[in-house]
């Protein structure tokens, strides 16, 4: 069996010392978990390693942390996986969990960040009237569509490595928002428009995450909890056409609209369109408020008025078919891997997405690859 | 001073049921456990929840598999009782929002599994208990005005007054490491099994026998506890579970050489024999040497259709993936018989009152018995609803009645002296990690699929000196702030205890009868063992071993096939 070692960061708030990096070095299996190792250390070198743990197979999802900068369980995370994250021959590093306060060592005030989420959005069902003497007859589908925000083990991974936390620490968060599809997706709940109208107004709620995909990197169980986040998106925005007072959805639609036309984001049309059209009197203010940079963007020629009012790039047909494709197709198609079966390549039940891997996808273009964008184009 | 009609202890599935009903009924209730509640190993369960809910099922058929199942070690009344109450159980579930997986006509869907007529076991993909617990969870976090809850409490003691009445308990804040008191007119534990006695087990690392020692302790009585069931489906290396929705949704078990093994052993039910069977013919095929080399044999899950698994299976998938390197979907998986779950706790009424006044017991930690000599897969979710409910409304109940009872003052100095005294322990002892892997080896060696009366003797020779051994272990951590090692030190107590009932009652069972086969006496005999076996303390010795009847309604004993 080779040799690991882990370098663990430990904190003991009774000290008095700052938390530090201590290494220990264990003979384990390569397929064995970063936790058996962290247990054999523990065992025979170290009992005052406070790590929680129970069930050892990712379900309990208590050993959330960060390895070698990588969130996740440390019970399904095999040590060849952690070491091959690092150079060769450096130790696997251990750490507790971001975005939530250290407690000691490995474990983390989950109640003070995570759970304090999980409740702000009245994570309980609110039945729909009248409750029936018998069960709630509900499509199957619709059952097997929850299961996947279900399968969420509160673990905080995704919350541990959320950069809009990061940014905002009020943000309501992945874990609590992909808990609040559960209820916004079952059909037994009375409160769909409620819900998504409070987390739409709120400014910490679903228009402040970023689509950054760390959340869907990290979570275990496959939860993918932005897709969530999106589906709430897509649910208040088309469905319940709820126009939020962050502009969200209108920012949103802009977008789309902004590449069915150019094929390429155009900014000067995303302000205006986010706020409803140059027009709108909604939009004038925010116009005149943002003269200031535009102004300074002209002057420092990152910027022509010419580039800000005409279109030079037009959608080539390709994107113009892709819109043209989801937009025929008689009812939206959501992802979900308790439908659709992520480890799928040939047979993955007609669902039109791009299949989660841990592996990047290999996806030949069918279309040509656009150049990439001029610097007053891009964000 | 926290102090409450009801107190729960552990906040698994039958401590939420307990809590929600207690609260419900209007008692002033506080739950407390080791761990956050969702993480408690209720979540573990996977397969699903039986109940007689479908227009052609009976709860009569229902408690008839069970009794047969129990190999009629089952208290008939008990088991009558969950079947009848059952199918309200699951609506109520449904109703307060857990996700059931739908037939196609909407309404609730069912599984076939192990040991039943018919299929009558509801379920959520294969995270059924993952489902319940949280949806429990989130009734908690609803009610939060009703029920206190403290989390990541670990409870060292309970209390009893002059009268020999539980009267609360003692608990450390893994947190800080403060103790404190907790008053309570009656007291509930729901802290589960000790499959943590057993190495390997399908159980968490917290299962650790708590609540049975701590009863155990104070006077209460343990039944069946040489009752101990082995899963048939658990993976080789760690004893992690393959759950028995597989073999419900259609998988084979095969032997080495390919064959469909179980037709010997189980004619009709096949792989969906009970589990004390198919685990015993999974280890005579092993043991005769029909098995692979690395002492199993083999499940093959692509008899299901992959769709199906995918959808409902998805766990297993992920298990097998991360824990096996298998795609379950296009290979056949090696399993064996792993330590999954204790029959036996302690014993309780069908309200879950024990022998000392005050105290109850529901779950895993209890013995009712609905599960007798084997438990039929599926329904041990079923009892810690059933019995935390009953549990918790009639501790409510009787709270109703009563003034809040005084605590005896000195006890919580002895704790704290005692712990003191632990966290002080000269090193040089054996390491807790070192006797804990011995206690599990040497139960899975001697006290498991199948026993002799030298292998239960030696056993149990070697766990009068590991009791010796633990109370002089070693500690590293001297801190407060979650000190896992003072923790560590108590739960091998609490297992070895466990263990020791374990191993008394085994003894003394001179016959084969559900999960205990002896093959020194390996024909079950209702002449003389159609009864079960009370283990309870005397003082450092070994247990006393009593004998009380199993009650028999209206199913008499008869051969058991499948």
Same mark, same amino acid.
């Given at each position: ?379 | ?237 760690? +004893?992690?579970?393959? &759950? ?9 078990? %095969?032997? $080495? #050489? @390919? !064959? ?83 029959? +036996?706790?302690?014993? &309780? ?9 005050? %105290?109850? $017991? #529901? @779950? !895993? ?103 010796? !051994? ?93």
């Amino acid at each position: 069996m080779p040799d690991y070692t882990l370098r663990i960061r430990r904190y003991n708030p009774e000290s008095g010392e700052a938390a530090y990096w201590e290494d220990h070095t264990v003979q384990m299996k390569s397929h064995s978990s970063v936790l058996e190792a962290i247990l054999e250390v523990k065992a025979k070198q170290d009992g005052s390693i406070g790590i929680r743990c129970s069930c050892r197979a990712a379900i309990c999802g208590s050993c959330g942390v960060r390895i070698n900068g990588k969130p996740g369980l440390a019970c399904n995370t095999h040590l060849q996986t952690a070491a091959a994250r690092g150079a060769e021959g450096t130790p696997i590093t251990v750490e507790p969990m971001g975005n939530m306060p250290v407690i000691r060592d490995l474990i983390v005030d989950m109640d003070a960040v995570h759970w304090k989420k999980i409740r702000r959005v009245t994570p309980w069902l609110i039945n729909k009237e009248p409750i029936p003497e018998r069960e709630y007859i509900v499509p199957h589908e619709n059952m097997v569509d929850v299961t996947q925000s279900m399968a969420c083990i509160q673990c905080g991974a995704c919350v541990s490595d959320c950069l809009s936390m990061e940014v905002d620490p009020g943000f309501i968060g992945p874990a609590a928002l992909a808990k609040a599809y559960r209820f916004v997706g079952d059909p037994r709940d009375a409160e769909h428009y409620e819900r998504l109208k409070d987390l739409s107004e709120d400014e910490h709620g679903i228009y402040d995450c970023t689509h950054c995909f760390n959340c869907i990197d990290a979570c275990p169980k496959g939860v993918a909890p932005m897709s969530q986040i999106m589906r709430l998106r897509r649910v208040a925005g088309s469905d319940f056409e709820i126009e939020d007072r962050n502009n969200g959805h209108r920012h949103e639609r802009a977008f789309v609209k902004n590449i069915k036309r150019n094929g390429l984001l155009h900014e000067a049309d995303l302000l205006p369109d986010s706020y409803g059209g140059k027009l709108h009197p909604r939009a004038v203010p925010e116009l005149m408020q943002s003269l200031p940079t535009v102004m300074k963007a002209v002057a420092r020629g990152k910027v022509t008025p010419a580039k800000a009012l005409l279109h030079e790039h037009k959608a080539p047909p390709e994107v113009k078919q892709i819109f043209k494709t989801i937009e025929a197709r008689p009812k939206r198609e959501e992802l979900n891997l308790y439908v659709s079966g992520y480890e799928d390549a040939e047979d993955n039940l007609d669902v039109a997405h791009v299949p989660h891997t841990d592996e990047p996808t290999p996806l030949a273009p069918t279309y040509p690859v656009p150049e990439p964008p001029t610097e007053s184009e891009s964000e | 001073m926290p102090s409450h009609d009801v107190l729960i202890i552990g906040a698994g599935l039958a401590g939420q049921r307990a809590a929600l009903a207690a609260g419900g009924a209007g008692a002033s209730v506080a739950i407390v456990s080791k761990v956050h509640p969702i993480r408690s190993h209720s979540v573990a369960a996977a397969g699903g929840i039986n109940a007689a809910l479908g227009p052609e099922d009976s709860w009569e058929s229902h408690a008839f598999d069970t009794v047969k199942g129990s190999d009629y070690l089952g208290d008939q009344d008990a088991i009558e009782i969950m079947c009848r109450e059952a199918p309200d159980e699951i609506l109520y579930l449904e109703h307060i929002g857990v996700t059931f997986h739908r037939s196609e006509t909407g309404h609730l869907g069912t599984r076939a599994f192990g040991g039943a007529s018919q299929a009558r076991t509801y379920y959520v993909a294969d995270i059924t208990g993952q489902a319940i617990l949280h949806v429990l969870y989130e009734q908690l976090m609803k009610h939060h005005e009703r029920v206190d809850r403290y989390e990541e409490w670990f409870t060292t003691d309970l209390l009893r007054d002059d009268h020999g009445h539980c009267v609360g308990a003692i608990c450390r804040n893994l947190r800080d490491g403060r103790l404190q008191v907790f008053d309570a007119k009656s007291v509930i534990l729901a802290s589960g099994g000790a499959g943590q006695a057993f190495k390997p087990t399908t159980n968490g690392l917290i299962v650790t026998g708590d609540g049975i020692a701590q009863a155990f302790r104070i006077g209460a009585k343990l039944m069946d506890m040489e009752m101990v069931q082995y899963h048939p489906t658990t993976l080789a290396e760690n +004893g992690f579970l393959i &759950t028995e929705g597989a073999r419900g949704e259609g998988a084979w078990l %095969l032997n $080495a #050489a @390919g !064959e469909r093994f179980m037709e010997r052993y189980a004619p009709n039910k096949l792989d969906l024999a009970s589990r004390d069977v198919v685990s015993r013919a999974e280890q005579t095929e092993i043991n005769e040497g029909r098995g692979f080399p690395d002492g199993t044999v083999a499940l093959d899950i692509t008899k299901v259709p992959r769709k199906r698994t995918l959808e409902a299976l998805r766990e297993i998938v992920n298990i097998g993936r991360d824990f096996a390197g298998v795609d379950i979907t296009r290979e056949p998986i090696h399993i064996r018989p792993g330590m999954h779950y204790m029959m +036996g706790g302690v014993k &309780t009424d069908s309200f879950g009152e024990t022998n000392v006044p005050g %105290l109850y $017991a #529901a @779950g !895993e930690v209890a013995c009712v018995s609905v599960h007798g000599g084997n438990r039929l897969g599926a329904n041990s979710l079923l009892d810690t609803l059933i019995f935390g409910r009953r549990a918790g409304e009639h501790a409510a109940a009787r709270a109703k009645g009563m003034p809040m009872p005084s605590t005896p003052g000195s006890k919580l100095a002895d704790v704290e002296a005692r712990i003191v005294a632990i966290i002080a322990r000269p090193s040089g002892g054996r390491r807790i990690a070192a006797i804990k892997d011995e206690l599990g080896t040497t139960m899975n060696r001697y006290c498991a699929v199948f026993r002799d009366a030298d292998g239960l003797a030696e056993a149990h020779e070697i766990i009068r000196r590991l009791k010796e !051994e633990a109370p002089k272990a070693s500690i590293d951590d001297r801190g407060s702030v979650f000190n896992q090692d003072v923790i560590a030190a108590i739960e091998l107590g609490y297992m070895l205890d466990v263990a020791e009932g374990i191993l008394v009652a085994a003894q003394e069972r001179k016959e084969s009868r559900g999960a205990q086969f002896r093959t020194d006496f390996p024909e079950r005999n209702d002449a003389q063992w159609l009864k079960h076996i009370d283990v309870s303390v005397n003082g450092g010795d070994v247990p006393k071993v009593e004998f009380s009847p199993v009650t028999i309604t209206r199913w008499q004993p008869q051969e058991r096939t499948y």
